[in-house]
């Protein structure tokens, strides 16, 4: 079962990604996650990426798909996977599909989590993200039953830097501009499934087993 998860930032992506992951025990891969990984170790590519996220801007697609091609390859992916914020762009779609040929391999489902950009601001302002694990919290809709900290690792959570208000517009700018016209891509290849996003975040995981299961 190989996914890729498509949709606005904020629209819930990595939440059912995450549910996916466990109850298909596939791994949930999500670039954004590797970046503040590398970010929150201090490697180069951490450094790098920091620079364009904190501006609400894409990483460049070369230091973005190697990364994940190589990610692919490695043994618990062999059941498949869910991509989470990978490909935001064309041309790495065109990469994802140019590597899963060469193995004689394509993506299965493109699962767009559809939320209208009216909603994504109180997404975002209201995400907390915790800064151990990075398990993802909504003061409102989703909160942690310890507050400030994260009830699965014990760390803080945070706003993220990139879900200020201003970031946020930027983001959804260049989500139209460079990511929404995937929906097409994956629409052309016959393989894109869209769900209400803005339903209970367990009415949209019923959706989704559905599609999954059809
Ligand atoms: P993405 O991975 O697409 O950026 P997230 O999964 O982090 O989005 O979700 C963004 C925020 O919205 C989080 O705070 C999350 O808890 C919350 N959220 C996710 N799905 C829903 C939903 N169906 N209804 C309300 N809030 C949601
Ligand atoms: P996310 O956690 O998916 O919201 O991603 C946070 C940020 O990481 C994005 O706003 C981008 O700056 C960067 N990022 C994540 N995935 C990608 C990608 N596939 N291509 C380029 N930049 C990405």
Not at 29 to 53: C, H, P, Q, V
Not at 82 to 102: S, V, W
Not at 158 to 166: A, F, I, N, S, T
Request: charge should be negative; glycine fraction near 8%.
């Amino acid at each position: 079962m190989k996914i890729v998860m498509l949709g606005a930032p904020g629209a819930g992506k990595g939440t059912q990604a995450k549910m996916i992951a466990a109850k298909y025990e596939v791994p949930h891969i999500s670039t954004g996650d590797i970046f503040r990984a590398n970010i929150k170790n201090g490697t180069e590519l951490g450094r790098k990426a920091k620079e364009y996220m904190d501006q609400g801007l894409l990483v460049p697609d070369e230091l973005t798909v190697d990364l994940v091609i190589d990610r692919l390859s490695q043994e618990d992916c062999k059941k498949g996977y869910i991509l989470d914020g990978f490909p935001r762009t064309i041309p790495q779609a065109e990469a994802l599909d140019a590597a899963l040929a060469k193995r004689g391999e394509k993506m299965d489902y493109a699962i767009d989590v559809d939320v209208p950009d009216e909603n994504i601001v109180n997404r975002m302002s209201g995400r907390r993200a915790c800064t151990g694990c990075g398990a993802t919290y909504h003061i409102v809709h989703n909160p942690s039953g310890k507050g400030d900290i994260c009830e699965t690792c014990g760390e803080v959570l945070v706003l993220r830097d990139d879900d200020q208000p201003e970031t946020v517009q930027k983001r959804l700018t260049v989500y139209h501009d460079q990511t929404q016209p995937l929906i097409d891509y994956y629409t052309t290849q016959g393989i894109l499934k869209a769900v209400d996003g803005t339903q209970d975040m367990n009415d949209v995981f019923t959706a989704i087993t559905k599609i999954l299961e059809a």
